[in-house]
């Protein structure tokens, strides 16, 4: 079992910037791929970057060159730069994480939300 920890959502204004964290704990050993969705009221949830244990990395197309993921190994945490927020970033944040120990298993963040004024 893995559990996550997401903080850092909040109110901000388009234009401004917001870092999201996410902390495993647990089975840690395990996490191979690091990810964060969002949903938007509404709305599904759809993947917003991914990064993999050797560190690459994939973004969805709406938040390319504006959103950085990154992870922290020794910390096991996972963390969200966003920059140039505009409203359409709006929804609830989810931390997501892929182990293998023999099969797969995914677990989910509570969810941080993330509300972008115009």
């Known amino acids: 079992q893995v559990q996550l920890v997401e903080s850092g959502g909040g109110l901000v204004q388009a234009g401004g910037s917001l870092r999201l964290s996410c902390a495993a704990s647990?089975?840690?050993?395990?996490?191979?791929?690091m990810a964060w969705y969002r949903q938007a009221p509404g709305k599904h949830r759809d993947l917003v970057a991914v990064?993999?244990?050797?560190?690459?990395?994939t973004y969805a197309d709406s938040v390319k060159g504006r959103f950085t993921i990154s992870r922290d190994n020794a910390k096991n945490t996972v963390y969200l730069q966003m920059d140039t927020l505009k409203p359409d970033d709006t929804g609830v944040y989810y931390c997501?994480?892929?182990?293998?120990?023999?099969?797969?298993?995914?677990?989910w963040g509570q969810g941080t939300q993330v509300t972008v004024s115009s």
């Open positions: 990064i993999r244990s050797d560190g690459t990395a």
């Open positions: 997501n994480v892929e182990t293998w120990r023999g099969s797969y298993a995914t677990y």
């Open positions: 647990g089975n840690v050993f395990s996490i191979n791929v």
